[in-house]
């Protein structure tokens, strides 16, 4: 079974540092997405990849960006934290490059506090 | 991007009744998902719909896309305490490359 794998179940930051969130996925999926989740909101997509190198904005990339330089892996930078980002930040995948047409396969998310 | 609305926000009810969540949408959609968050889990892919009045059934649940592609439903059939947690639908417009999930809808059920 497909696995997403996020670094981190909890962090705990402060105002103004830079935060990096690590996914990995080991089944050869070409997209991959980062959404917050937040009650009353749902989830909402910050930014995803259909290919190496590329990147596309979501609903709400502001004070985030992204970066995924292999294929497995979809790292979200927050480059100063503050805390209105405090959220749960999931990560999730699915195999086909540019549609949205294939289930995704969430990782457990990670719990950001900023502080 | 897309808007996507989910109702309701919340509903509780007693082992054994029904439940149902609607979502709806006000542009034509390609395709939607439904997906269950379990508490304290992430959210786990349950069905996908694409064809206009498509039915799919797994075992108490029942799903329904929308003769005009436009709205989706999710019903279970006499709830069990194996049925909480949230339920999120996500669409796919024609021409988008990515889902837009609604708000969820939070399930109890009372034993």
């Known amino acids: 079974d497909v696995k997403v794998t996020q670094s981190s179940r909890y962090l705990v930051k402060r105002t103004g540092e830079k935060v990096f969130l690590e996914c990995v996925q080991d089944?050869?999926?070409?997209?991959m997405f980062w959404y917050r989740q937040d009650p009353g909101l749902g989830l909402r997509l910050i930014y995803f990849s259909y290919d190496v190198k590329m990147k596309e904005k979501g609903d709400i990339p502001e004070g985030y960006s992204v970066s995924r330089e292999k294929k497995e892996r979809f790292s979200l930078i927050l480059e100063s934290a503050s805390t209105n980002q405090t959220s749960m930040y999931l990560c999730?995948?699915?195999?086909?490059?540019?549609?949205?047409?294939?289930?995704?396969?969430f990782g457990s998310g990670t719990q950001l506090s900023v502080l | 991007g897309q808007q996507v609305m989910q109702i309701p926000q919340y509903q509780h009810v007693q082992e054994g009744e029904d439940f149902t969540t609607y979502c709806n949408s006000s542009t034509t959609l390609s395709n939607i998902q439904w997906y269950k968050q379990r508490p304290g889990g992430h959210p786990v892919f349950l069905i996908q719909l694409v064809k206009s009045g498509e039915v799919k059934k797994q075992k108490r649940l029942t799903f329904q896309f929308g003769e005009a592609k436009k709205n989706s439903s999710l019903h279970i059939t006499a709830t069990q305490t194996t049925d909480v947690g949230t339920y999120f639908c996500?669409?796919?417009?024609?021409?988008?490359?990515?889902?837009?999930f609604g708000t969820g809808t939070s399930l109890t059920v009372i034993p």
């Open positions: 999730a995948s699915s195999r086909t490059g540019g549609t949205a047409n294939e289930k995704l396969f």
């Open positions: 996500a669409a796919s417009s024609n021409t988008g490359n990515q889902f837009y």
């Open positions: 089944m050869d999926h070409e997209n």
